[in-house]
C-alpha cells in the first residue's frame, strides 16, 4: 500500500507541476514519495513504480495534445516517454543503497540532468518536458540557465528532492536528517543569492527597442483553399500591423501560417504586408504556410523598412507528424541591416537548446519568433523560449496562435503578455532592453550536462566498488 501511494503521489505532482499546469512550488517535491521507497524495493518493482508514477505525470500533456495527436501518438507518448526516468531511477536505487545521503542526492540530481541531455540530443522534441520548464516564472532559479544551460536547474530542484527523501527516510536519527536538509537549503540558497543579485545588477547599456506583435485565432487561414482567402487574411493581418506601427514600434511579428501562401496568392499576400512595412517604415516578420510551390514549407519572411523582402527563413525544426512532408531549413535567419541585431525563428524551433545557443553566438540581440501553439501549452512554449534568451543573453519577441503574445528581456522578465484568445484580435505593444553580448553558457556550451553525466558514472562506479568489496568481506 505505501508504494502505490507513493506512485499516485507523485504521479499527481508531477502532473500539476510540469509546463502544462505549472504549479512551481510542486516540482520541488514531487519526485520525494516515489524516492522514498525505491531504495527498499526490488529492482523489477522499482522499475513499474518508476514508470507508473512518470506515466501518470505525463498524461497532463495527453491531456493537453489529445486533439493535436492520434489516439495511438498518444498511447506512445505515455509508454515511451517514462523510460529515460525508469532508468534513472533504477540505477539511482542501486547507489542509494550503497551510498551516503551526500552522495546519493548528487547522483539523483546528476543523472535526472544527465538524462534530460541525452535525451535531448535524440529526441525530435528536443528538451520538451524538461524539469527546467517549471521554474520559468521563478527568475532567481531561471539566471542559473544563463550558466549552465537548464541542465542546471533540473539539477537542483532534483538535488533539493533526493535530499528531503533522504531525510525522510532517516528521519529517526537527528543527523541524517540534518545533512537532508542541509543539502537541500544551501544548493538553493547560493543559487537564490545569485539569481537575485543578477537580476539587480544591470549588464552594459543596451538600446531598448519597440516591438508589436498581432494574432487573431479566428482569423487565421492556414489552410486557405483560394488565393482571395489567403490574401483577404493577409491584408487583415496588414491593417493590424498598420495599427502596431501607430504605436511607434520597430518590429512586428506576425503568427506561424497565419496564412497559406502559393503560386496565385503569394504576390497579393506580400504585396499587402511590404505595403505597410514601405509607408511605416517597421520590420515586419509575417509567419506564412507555402504550400504549392513543391514541398510544403513552413516560413518566415522579413519585410524591410522600404518594403523588400530581406529575408526567408525556413522552420528547422518541424513538429513530428502534424509537418510530416515538409522540408525543413538549415540556416539561421539573421535580418540583414537591422538597426539592432535581430534573428528570426519559428516555434518549435525553441525547443532545442543548440539552436538558441547558435543564436547567441551569432550575436543576436533580439529574437522574434512567429508561433503556434495547442492552447493549453501555450504558458509552456512560451517559456521554453524565454529559458533560450536567457541562456543566449537576448530578447525575444514571440507571438503565438492559440496561445500567449510574449515579450521578455535577456533576464528573463516578462515586459508584456497576452493570451491571444483574450479578445478577437490582440495587439501587444511594448519597449523591450535587447542583449547581444552573450551568456557564460553560450560562450562555453553543455559542460554542466557532460560534468552531470561524469558524476553520476563516477557514482554508479563507486556503488559498484563498495557492493564488490562487502562481497569479499
Avoid at 17 to 36: E, K, M
Avoid at 286 to 308: C, Q
Avoid at 398 to 425: K, N
Wanted: net charge neutral.
Amino acid at each position: 500500500m505505501p508504494i502505490v501511494l507513493a506512485v499516485l503521489l507523485s504521479g499527481a505532482l508531477w502532473f500539476a507541476s510540469g509546463g502544462i499546469y505549472h504549479a512551481w512550488p510542486l516540482a520541488w517535491v514531487a519526485p520525494v514519495p516515489l524516492l522514498v521507497v525505491l531504495p527498499g524495493l526490488r529492482p523489477a518493482r522499482a522499475a513499474v513504480a518508476a514508470f507508473a508514477a512518470a506515466a501518470l505525470g505525463d498524461l497532463a500533456y495527453v491531456v493537453a495534445y489529445r486533439a493535436a495527436l492520434a489516439p495511438e501518438e498518444l498511447v506512445a507518448l505515455v509508454l515511451i516517454t517514462p523510460l529515460p526516468y525508469v532508468a534513472v531511477a533504477l540505477v539511482w536505487r542501486t547507489i542509494a543503497r550503497r551510498r551516503d545521503l551526500l552522495v546519493a542526492s548528487l547522483a539523483y540530481a546528476a543523472l535526472a540532468a544527465g538524462m534530460e541531455y541525452l535525451v535531448s540530443l535524440v529526441s525530435p522534441n528536443g528538451t520538451f518536458g524538461s524539469v527546467a520548464y517549471s521554474q520559468a516564472d521563478l527568475l532567481a532559479i531561471v539566471q542559473l540557465a544563463s550558466a549552465t544551460g537548464p541542465w542546471g536547474i533540473t539539477f537542483l530542484v532534483s538535488l533539493v528532492a533526493a535530499a528531503l527523501a533522504g531525510a525522510w527516510r532517516g528521519r529517526e536519527r537527528r543527523a541524517i536528517r540534518d545533512a537532508g536538509l542541509v543539502i537541500a537549503a544551501v544548493p538553493l540558497g547560493l543559487v537564490l543569492v545569485w539569481g537575485d543579485l543578477r537580476l539587480v545588477t544591470a549588464p552594459a547599456a543596451s538600446p531598448s527597442v519597440r516591438v508589436g506583435l498581432a494574432a487573431s485565432d479566428t482569423a487565421n487561414r492556414p489552410f486557405a483553399r483560394t488565393a482571395e482567402e489567403a490574401v483577404a487574411a493577409a491584408r487583415g493581418y496588414a491593417a493590424r500591423a498598420a495599427a502596431l506601427a501607430e504605436r511607434d514600434v520597430q518590429f512586428i511579428v506576425l503568427p506561424e501560417k497565419f496564412t497559406a501562401v502559393g503560386p496565385e496568392s503569394r504576390y497579393g499576400v506580400e504585396a499587402a504586408l511590404a505595403n505597410v512595412a514601405r509607408r511605416d517604415r517597421v520590420t515586419i516578420v509575417a509567419g506564412l504556410n507555402a504550400v504549392g510551390e513543391g514541398a510544403p514549407r513552413n516560413e518566415a519572411v522579413v519585410f524591410g523598412p522600404d518594403g523588400r523582402v530581406v529575408l526567408r527563413y525556413d522552420k528547422v525544426h518541424l513538429v513530428p507528424g502534424l509537418e510530416a512532408g515538409y522540408v525543413a531549413g538549415h540556416a539561421l535567419g539573421m535580418v540583414p541591416d537591422s538597426a539592432v541585431a535581430a534573428g528570426v525563428a519559428i516555434c518549435k524551433d525553441l525547443d532545442f537548446v543548440p539552436l538558441g545557443r547558435a543564436y547567441a553566438q551569432a550575436g543576436t540581440a533580439l529574437l522574434l519568433v512567429p508561433a503556434w501553439d495547442f492552447g493549453l501549452d501555450g504558458w509552456l512554449h512560451s517559456r521554453m523560449a524565454i529559458l533560450r534568451s536567457v541562456e543566449g543573453g537576448f530578447a525575444l519577441a514571440r507571438v503565438a496562435s492559440d496561445g500567449r503574445l510574449t515579450v521578455s528581456d535577456p533576464r528573463g522578465r516578462v515586459v508584456a503578455e497576452r493570451a491571444s484568445d483574450a479578445a478577437p484580435e490582440v495587439l501587444l505593444a511594448a519597449a523591450v532592453p535587447v542583449g547581444g553580448a552573450g551568456t557564460f553558457y553560450s560562450r562555453t556550451g553543455d559542460w554542466f550536462a557532460w560534468l552531470c553525466l561524469a558524476v553520476a558514472v563516477a557514482c554508479a562506479i563507486a556503488a559498484g566498488g563498495r557492493r564488490a568489496r562487502q562481497e569479499e568481506e
